[in-house]
């Protein structure tokens, strides 16, 4: 019995090694699987992903727990892709990913809500040679044209170190009269090998402007963004309309003229000095007399006549130093664009196609590196009020001759509806 009884326990042991060696070969062979790179054509089971997200999300509920060991180990970086994390569970593994290095770059980036760039060490600026540069480069029209987008999305760029706030250096006689070193000193860091960049639109409408910074920055390249000038005008009619409900509340926008007819406020008079801008309830008010010409003198008209501004910088700059980008085909696809920016500033090729996605609830294309979900802020795609086809076919065709004259001078095809 005695014999009989030490071979059955000595069956049971062999047996139970057996069953543990054989979990063992298994959990090897799965967890090497799940460890698989995403370039080797791998990917996870669906139906494992979903059963043990239910069987998770169902522990969670009964437990009534909200951070379960089950549940972190489910979120181990080795075990489940940042993307399949996201569909099982609800929860963004991205969304404290703000911050991310740039090796060639005197700051680190950071999500365009949060400003983009955040200055590194004097330290570290010190042992990368890192200074505050006069610009190689300027963004330098147009309002409501795409310029904002273009610098947050070029920012990006390891040899580009973009000044994130709009100077207005040469659009103000005070602030020339400080001097270069002041301007120098408003200016992000860079390393030796970046090109140094700003942007203020309000510099393709000052007629001084141009001789300015020919006089300033000789060699200076330039670029200009420009949408159908008719969509810039109903942009900025919007954009107004926010402003001064911000800035002045108080201004009454039904006044009545003579005969009762209602005419459009001039913001140089009640809310913005020097500006020739005027505005009425609404857009069609704005833009057309009670005549029923187009008031070819407001600012919202005049702004989208954007030959008359690029010849001025013609008199003074080389063809080759300005480059003219086409913002409705920005809007819809930014990648060649952000292409023809590299090119003509003679940096490295980086951007690719898979730096960009389109947000299908925000309407517009966000960043996805370096940094994953980064997009503009919510002021970003504002409604548009209906226009009459009437005004609309006006406007059209006041722009159309300028549009085709622009397209000549600059050698381009910009499709737009004028």
């Known amino acids: 019995m005695e014999t009989l009884g030490f071979s059955l326990s000595w069956k049971k042991a062999v047996l139970s090694c057996c069953i543990i060696l054989a979990a063992t070969v298994l959990f090897m062979m799965y967890g090497d699987q799940q460890r698989a790179p995403t370039g080797s054509g791998y990917r996870s089971s669906r139906v494992?992903?979903?059963?043990?997200?239910?069987s998770i999300e169902g522990a969670l509920h009964t437990s009534g727990s909200t951070q379960e060991p089950a549940l972190q180990w489910f979120l181990d970086d080795d075990l489940f892709p940042l993307e399949d994390k996201e569909e099982a569970t609800g929860i963004d593994p991205k969304a404290d990913r703000i911050n991310e290095t740039c090796d060639t770059c005197c700051y680190r980036y950071v999500t365009i809500n949060k400003g983009i760039v955040e200055m590194a060490s004097e330290e570290e600026l010190a042992e990368k040679g890192c200074q505050q540069r006069l610009p190689d480069a300027l963004i330098f029209g147009v309002k409501k044209g795409g310029t904002t987008t273009l610098k947050n999305f070029i920012s990006?760029?390891?040899?580009?170190?973009?000044t994130q706030s709009e100077l207005h250096y040469f659009t103000s006689t005070t602030e020339v009269q400080k001097g270069l070193q002041y301007y120098k000193s408003k200016m992000v860091y860079s390393t030796p090998g970046q090109v140094s960049m700003e942007k203020t639109p309000a510099y393709s409408h000052y007629p001084k402007v141009p001789a300015l910074i020919s006089r300033t920055l000789p060699n200076v390249k330039l670029i200009i963004i420009m949408r159908d000038p008719v969509e810039r005008a109903v942009s900025d009619f919007v954009h107004l309309q926010v402003t001064m409900a911000q800035q002045c509340p108080e201004i009454n926008l039904h006044p009545v003229v003579g005969n009762g007819a209602r005419g459009p406020v001039s913001l140089g008079a009640a809310c913005f000095n020097n500006s020739k801008y005027f505005i009425s309830d609404t857009f069609e008010n704005s833009v057309i007399g009670l005549d029923g010409a187009i008031r070819y003198t407001n600012q919202l008209v005049s702004k989208g006549v954007y030959v008359k501004d690029i010849r001025r910088y013609l008199k003074y700059f080389k063809?080759?130093?300005?480059?003219?980008?086409?913002g409705e085909a920005f809007i819809n696809d930014p990648y060649p664009t952000v292409k023809k920016v590299e090119s003509f500033l003679g940096i490295r090729d980086y951007f690719t196609r898979e730096h960009f996605y389109f947000d299908v609830q925000k309407g517009f294309f966000c960043l996805t590196k370096p940094i994953p979900n980064n997009c503009m802020n919510p002021s970003k795609g504002r409604p548009h009020p209906d226009i009459s086809e009437e005004t609309l076919a006006k406007l059209r065709e006041y722009y159309r001759p300028y549009n085709k004259v622009l397209n000549d001078l600059m050698n381009v095809d910009f499709n737009w509806s004028s």
């Open 48 to 54: 494992y992903e979903q059963s043990n997200a239910d």
């Open 156 to 162: 990006y760029h390891p040899d580009i170190a973009f």
């Open 319 to 326: 063809p080759d130093q300005i480059l003219a980008l086409d």
